[in-house]
């Protein structure tokens, strides 16, 4: 297969990871016998140094003629000013709306080897295997904003707006992912508080009652939420919820496998390429020094592999080595727990080495 994949590195450890997850995708090409050629483009900060845009039109324009994207991360310190003109931030928004990826698929899986890396008790988190469809274009993310007022009485605001349609897709999506897994689906809302979220839980059980009635569905309030994924993970299969809740959920149940260096997600729309990211941020902090974990970005190639270029075995053979890896005791050390710990490089040379067997 002849594929054109787009890389966007961005900022922080973006480069450093892009760079080895790029590796093992070339390493799959070969051993495969596939054609994958890579073009690099700019986005967030380090545009935003270049061009003084975050997402510069020809990065958009390479997007858009690939058949995937792979991106690091984006945003840092030095562009956190908030009253600078734009944010790297936006880069990664507009990129998500230009291509209408509206749903970010986030897997939540347990590697055997790192359960005692987690925060969590081993009883409470073995097994759990969670999906969580996220919102992606729509909801508090990409409402009207705004600032009216001076000094005491400045004040914004940002609003928060669901269309039928916009949860309906959402919803099908999740429906259908929860059919080729466990059958379960929970939607999460503030169904008690805000509006948005009351026309959500009206889309969300229409659809499901006419369309998925096959499909065992429950609603859960967000808050309670956060609370029942520290308490009981175990119970959930598929979880769809909006732009914001998402994020935030996420990053929590990230912490169930030990680390957000293990997590990768899929944003993906209705035709068109999709885009690939680990679900971290930039980690400034520790950009450049060799120690970031590569794993979640190869982790995201591999759903690549998977959900764009429809190469399951190939994808397969990319979790596999990175199981390997594991059992064979490598740790970056975010995944460490203290004991002695491997850098970016040598993490992305031990995938690749495990492929080659
Ligand atoms: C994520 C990130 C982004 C988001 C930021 C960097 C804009 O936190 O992908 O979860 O909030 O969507
Ligand atoms: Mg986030």
Redesign the pocket.
């Known amino acids: 297969m002849k594929a054109h994949l787009v890389l966007l590195p961005g900022d922080g450890i973006g480069p450093e990871i892009t760079e080895q997850a790029k590796l093992v995708l070339e390493k799959v090409s070969q051993k495969f016998g596939h054609d994958f050629d890579f073009s690099s483009h700019l986005i967030g900060g380090i545009a935003i140094d270049s061009t003084g845009e975050p997402l510069p039109e020809d990065t958009v324009a390479a997007c858009r003629s690939s058949d995937a994207i792979l991106l690091g991360?984006?945003?840092g310190p030095k562009w956190d000013d908030p009253s600078a003109k734009t944010r790297p931030?936006v880069g990664?928004?507009q990129i998500r709306k230009e291509l209408g990826l509206f749903a970010?698929l986030r897997p939540i899986r347990l590697f055997d080897e790192l359960v005692d890396a987690s925060p969590l008790k081993r009883e409470i988190i073995e097994g759990t295997d969670i999906l969580f469809l996220r919102e992606?274009t729509g909801g508090i993310?990409f409402g009207e904003a705004g600032r009216s007022g001076e000094a005491e009485e400045e004040a914004a605001f940002q609003s928060m707006v669901y269309s039928v349609s916009e949860v309906e897709r959402i919803v099908r999506l999740a429906a259908k992912a929860a059919q080729g897994r466990q059958n379960r689906l929970t939607s999460v809302d503030k169904a008690n508080v805000l509006e948005p979220s009351r026309l959500w839980r009206q889309v969300a059980a229409r659809v499901m009652r006419e369309e998925f009635p096959d499909v065992e569905y429950d609603v859960v309030l967000v808050d309670a939420m956060a609370m029942h994924l520290i308490n009981r993970p175990r119970d959930f299969d598929v979880v769809v919820t909006g732009?914001m809740f998402g994020?935030i959920l996420?990053?929590e149940a990230s912490m169930l496998p030990g680390s957000l260096g293990m997590l990768p997600?899929a944003s993906l729309g209705a035709g068109g390429p999709g885009l690939y990211?680990p679900?971290h941020?930039s980690a400034p902090d520790i950009a450049g020094q060799d120690i970031a974990n590569p794993l979640a970005t190869i982790l995201a190639a591999a759903m690549l592999l998977r959900h764009s270029l429809q190469l399951s075995e190939e994808a397969d053979a990319v979790e596999h080595a990175v199981a390997q890896v594991l059992s064979d005791g490598l740790r970056t050390a975010d995944i460490a727990r203290g004991s002695e710990a491997i850098g970016t490089v040598a993490m992305g040379e031990a995938v690749i080495e495990r492929l080659s067997k």
Do not use: P, W
């Open positions: 991360a984006v945003g931030e990664l928004l970010n992606l993310y732009n994020d996420t990053d997600s990211e679900i941020g």
